[in-house]
Nanobody
Framework: QVQLVESGGGLVQPGGSLRLSCAAS????????MGWYRQAPGKQRELVAE???????NYADSVKGRFTISRDNAKNTVYLQMNSLKPEDTAVYYC?????????????WGQGTQVTVSS
């Protein structure tokens, strides 16, 4: 019923930039949190950044000062602007949605988009 469509991943050189987008659609009554997680090979999935309904943002220490999360409430879309990318940022990035759907709190995940930082 709820779909998350991600885009923006790709190959970039160290120091380069990418912008990820995630658009949510479906019977969403209210969005509580939208965010980005990532999972690198051999590592646990970790929170990268999130933004709440009220506009509060949280970032992983490893990306502070380099990544910026933003949202377009009218489009139910969240963005992740990634600057000064490092090889350590290489991972599959997953969009996450926590929302009220069918009168209940629900948690949804996008399919993931690959980000590769390499020369």
């Amino acid at each position: 019923q709820v779909q998350l469509v991600e885009s923006g991943g790709g190959l970039v050189q160290p120091g380069g930039s990418l912008r990820l987008s995630c658009a949510a659609s479906g019977s969403i009554f209210s969005v509580n949190v939208m965010g980005w997680y990532r999972q690198a090979p051999g590592k646990q999935r970790e929170l990268v950044a999130e933004v709440t309904r009220g506009g509060t943002t949280n970032y992983a220490d490893s990306v502070k000062g380099r990544f910026t999360i933003s949202r377009d409430n009218a489009k139910n879309t969240v963005y992740l602007q990634m600057n000064s990318l490092k090889p350590e940022d290489t991972a599959v990035y997953y969009c996450n949605l926590r929302a009220i759907v069918m009168a209940t709190k629900s948690d949804y995940w996008g399919q993931g988009t690959q980000v590769t930082v390499s020369s």
